[in-house]
């Protein structure tokens, strides 16, 4: 029960914050972080309970049940989005001081904070569905939220795009798995394996889910929009964009492992993406002099990893995966943090512009350099534990020589890539270096990171603690057997050891040579090369999308009514007579002549040639109303007397309405050429013979219903009335009525206000 | 362009044509009528006054003219509110009741109940809405004295010649 409290309290919180914003607006972010900081400690004491989980049902008839269930695995993840999620409300307290943006941005995040928890929390398929479109919108709203900026929306919208679109697969995904096993409860699908991988089907799941899983985690190709993100104010990257949107793919696969896994295609596809992700991820952040820009491709690169890290199947990659997940939430939202305290007091975040700032921030440096050393694996931080486990995951056979040799590669880069985001800013040109005008200063926005990074001090100090109580009880509840390997910090003097030893002077290596990177690509965009970059091709599909999209507009919506008319006429003379091609027509039986009924039809089809041939507007309406009134004849022949006089009466006051509407139109019509008079008349030929073969159709079958004989019997004992249409109408059937009186109303008030609009503006042509 | 002629006609056949459709408003139950149909006479019966007058019908007691959507938005009411009684008796909403008989001139003994008054309430809304329509479509009253009513066309069909 209190699962379901913590995550809709969020909801519920985001509701409340902007009026708490009107009242406080210098604290309302503050007290909002009271709120993962409750989470935070309230699960900290469920460290080695039993995994709670409850299950209600919702919509039972599309297989969704409210279940709820918090293993191991949620509660790390619970942990880390709600630990981080205090530190980011009160540096976004900070940040924003209090402005009205910054209101509508701790509000998106609460939504966003919610959903998040919603995810990993969920026992359903679509549940979990549910909660991952919701921290989609969530990211949309919050990149878009400098609107008047085009490059903010267009990166938004990008976003949206591909994320949404990798939903909408992994949506096709989750449906046909529960169609193969006939529920959405992950403990259930957890149980079916053998049944689902030797499903024919099955690739389509794997390739379906993967593809939803590739564009939350920005996988190569689909990595192009994390970059773009950036665009959003740094709380948001820091939170969403490094530590708990972007792992929500990694969530998922590693959830699905036991479900989906095991196989070649789910092997080989997260291997082969995952470790081109981490290399390309990492040497392309080296081009980049944004600081933001640098931490984003390099987060792409740790997806990679982690992705990689579940694929290759072993029970220690898996161990390795969930470690690295703490490590790089705790690194990365620091780093990101700290990216976003040196753009609020120095006003930039270009790289060949700062330097030395060490002088000025002593304390932010500090906090840098202690994340800056866990990203580049240096003992005991946690990042070196991390480091280990990838490189020991590798260590175990021949086919993952090459991963070993990916792995040392990006790791060496990413050395680099903290000596771009930490030491050239803070450390470079210190004695020479021109201090920046100074344009803000703030505790919390220095303490905030300070925290994150002497956590992953500290998570490197405890490691075994870590690994016996979060990652080995989290890996088992993902289905892994118990693993031999403890985790720690130390293993001896072997060759990983020397394996990270080398990675660090690799590193510095390349960083010594960085000014390589820019220059290389420099050279790639003057060849022209730079067109086949994901993002370039994202743009063209976009473009060409857009294109088709108003040229097929343009085709159909060309403003002739007669042309719809044709269409319309045409759509609906097929679907009368494709069905008819299964059933029984009746030959129209011949009934005694009677002449009134003749005279009745007599008077439609005079009135019907008439029509033809009149040279006014007007006549031909007069004409057209011969049909309406030969029809209220023929209803009141055959003895429906209501019937016949509404039939009448509507006629006439359609002529009226047509007459008064005639006055409007110019006297004059356009002459048509020879060809739309026949096809004018091809298609309506065609309409009244399909009318006539659905007519046909119909009376082949004169059943008379039941519920008209109890209409008849009933009519006076019960509704005291003689005239059943009536009783119907007005006593049996009321409430029916009562609708239909309702939409007419609201239809008049529509008609009245569309045309006293244009009485108003003083026009009263049509 | 006013037509004595037409006034002449409408001020009698307007009140028989409103006096009709109450008849067979209150007649609807047992034999051909009811409210529907009862409201389209009414709306062809003020169609006519705002045809042969050029202006709607302006009663003494609404010297502005009466808003047709008003009307339209009562009998809704009437109709809504018809259904609420059986629910104080705690029967489902909309159940019918009936009352006595009472006997009204012309129409004869007629049975006094919930849906009569429903159907009451459904005369209103045909009549507030049809009445509503023809007004919004009824050009400003100076651009009817310029026109005779028949709009001349020249039209081309299929090969024969164009003539005015």
Same mark, same amino acid.
């Given at each position: 029960m209190f699962l379901i409290t913590i995550i809709f309290l969020g909801f519920a919180l985001a509701l409340v914050h902007p009026q708490v914003h009107r @009242? +406080? /607006?210098?604290?309302?972010?503050? &007290?909002?972080?009271?709120? /993962?900081?409750?989470?935070?400690?309230?699960? @900290?004491? %469920? =460290?080695g309970a039993t995994p709670i989980s409850l299950s209600y049902p919702w919509m039972d008839s599309f297989g969704l049940r409210l279940s709820l269930q918090l293993t191991p695995f949620s509660l790390l993840f619970v942990l880390l989005i709600s630990g981080i999620g205090t530190l980011i409300f009160l540096y976004a307290n900070a940040y924003f001081k209090g402005s009205a943006a910054g209101a509508r941005i701790v509000t998106i995040l609460l939504v966003f904070l919610a959903s998040m928890l919603g995810i990993v929390c969920s026992a359903n398929l679509i549940l979990l569905f549910v909660f991952w479109e919701l921290t989609s919108v969530c990211s949309f709203l919050l990149v878009g939220y400098k609107h008047e900026s085009l490059k903010a929306r267009k990166a938004a919208l990008q976003a949206l795009l591909v994320t949404g679109g990798g939903g909408l697969a992994l949506l096709g995904g989750i449906i046909l798995l529960g169609q193969m096993v006939g529920s959405y409860e992950i403990p259930i699908l957890a149980a079916s394996h053998s049944t689902i991988i030797s499903h024919p089907h099955y690739s389509l799941v794997v390739v379906l889910v993967l593809l939803g899983a590739f564009t939350k985690s920005a996988q190569l190709p689909f990595h192009f929009w994390l970059p773009g993100a950036m665009e959003a104010p740094t709380p948001v990257s820091a939170y969403l964009h490094s530590a708990t949107m972007v792992k929500a793919g990694v969530f998922l696969v590693a959830l699905l492992n036991p479900v989906l896994g095991g196989t070649e295609l789910w092997t080989t596809a997260l291997v082969s993406f995952g470790a081109l992700t981490m290399v390309l991820g990492a040497l392309l952040a080296l081009i980049f002099s944004d600081l933001k820009h640098i931490l984003a491709y390099s987060t792409v690169s740790a997806l990679g990893t982690l992705m990689l890290l579940i694929g290759v199947d072993s029970s220690l990659g898996l161990r390795a995966a969930l470690a690295f997940i703490v490590v790089h939430a705790l690194y990365k939202a620091a780093l990101f943090m700290v990216a976003g305290t040196i753009d609020i007091f120095t006003g930039t975040r270009d790289i060949s512009r700062l330097s030395g700032l060490s002088r000025e921030f002593p304390v932010l440096a500090t906090a840098a350099t202690l994340a800056g050393l866990s990203m580049a694996g240096v003992p005991p931080f946690f990042g070196f534990v991390g480091k280990e486990l990838i490189y020991k995951t590798f260590m175990s056979g021949d086919e993952h020589l090459w991963l070993l040799i990916a792995a040392f590669i990006a790791n060496a880069v990413t050395i680099a890539v903290v000596g771009l985001a930490v030491v050239v800013p803070f450390f470079r040109g210190l004695r020479s270096a021109i201090p920046l005008e100074k344009k803000g200063s703030s505790l919390v926005l220095v303490a905030a990171p300070l925290v994150l990074a002497i956590g992953g001090l500290l998570a490197g100090v405890f490691t075994s603690q870590i690994g016996a109580l979060l990652i080995e009880p989290a890996a088992i509840a993902l289905g892994s057997s118990s693993s031999a390997t403890e985790i720690k910090l130390w293993y001896g003097f072997n060759f990983v050891l020397l394996l990270s030893a080398l990675t660090l002077i690799a590193g510095i290596i390349v960083f010594r040579q960085r000014r390589h990177a820019p220059a290389f690509w420099d050279l790639l965009h003057a060849r022209g090369l730079t067109r086949y970059t994901s993002t370039k091709m994202y743009e063209t599909a976009l473009e060409s999308t857009l294109h088709f999209a108003g040229r097929v507009t343009s085709k159909l919506q060309h403003g002739s009514q007669r042309r719809y008319l044709w269409v319309l006429l045409l759509t609906t003379s097929a679907m009368l007579v494709l069905p008819l091609v299964t059933l029984p027509l009746s030959a129209p039986s011949a009934s005694p002549f009677s002449l009134p009924v003749f005279s009745a039809l007599a008077i439609m089809v005079v009135g019907a040639l008439c029509s033809l041939g009149m040279r006014s507007s007007l006549a $031909?309406?007069?004409? &057209?109303?011969?049909?309406?009134?030969?029809?209220?004849? @023929?209803? *009141? +022949?055959?003895?429906? /007397?209501? %019937?016949?006089? $509404?039939? %009448?009466?509507?006629? $006439? %006051? $359609?002529? =009226? @309405?047509? *007459?008064?509407? &005639?006055?409007? +139109?110019?006297?004059?019509?356009h002459e048509q050429s020879r060809s739309t008079y026949l096809w004018d008349a091809g298609i309506s030929v065609l309409f009244g013979a399909a009318v006539v073969a659905g007519l046909l159709a119909i009376t082949a079958d004169p059943a008379i219903s039941p519920v008209s004989l109890f209409h008849r019997a009933l009519s006076y004992v019960e509704g005291q009335g003689r005239n059943v249409v009536n009783v119907i109408i007005v006593d049996f059937r009321a409430l029916d009525t009562l609708g239909e009186i309702t939409v007419l109303v609201i239809a008049a008030l529509g008609v009245a206000a569309l045309i006293d609009r244009r009485k108003a503006q003083g026009d009263d042509s049509p | 362009m006013k037509s004595i002629l037409l006034i002449a006609f409408a001020r009698i056949h307007i009140a028989l044509q409103v006096f009709f459709s109450i008849y067979l408003l209150l007649r609807g139950h047992n034999l051909p009528g009811g409210g529907f149909i009862g409201g389209l006479l009414a709306t062809g019966a003020l169609a006519l006054y705002l045809i042969a007058h050029g202006q709607p019908w302006k009663p003494r007691w609404a010297p502005g003219g009466f808003n047709p959507m008003s009307v339209a938005a009562l009998g809704l009411l009437l109709a809504i509110a018809s259904g609420v009684p059986p629910l104080l008796d705690g029967a489902p909403y909309m159940t019918p009741m009936w009352g006595g008989e009472i006997f009204i001139p012309v129409v004869g003994m007629t049975k006094i109940g919930s849906p009569l008054f429903f159907d009451i309430g459904v005369y209103l809304v045909v009549l507030g809405v049809c009445t509503a329509l023809v007004y919004s479509l009824h050009p400003p009253s100076e651009d009817l004295s310029q026109d005779s009513g028949v709009v001349p066309v020249a039209r081309q069909v299929a090969g024969r010649e164009v003539s005015k």
């Open positions: @009242l +406080l /607006p210098k604290w309302s972010a503050a &007290l909002m972080s009271l709120y /993962p900081a409750g989470v935070f400690l309230v699960c @900290l004491p %469920l =460290i $031909t309406v007069l004409a &057209l109303g011969a049909i309406g009134y030969g029809i209220a004849l @023929l209803y *009141a +022949l055959y003895g429906a /007397p209501d %019937l016949a006089i $509404t039939q %009448l009466l509507v006629e $006439t %006051l $359609t002529l =009226i @309405l047509v *007459a008064y509407a &005639l006055l409007r +139109l110019p006297p004059m019509y | -």
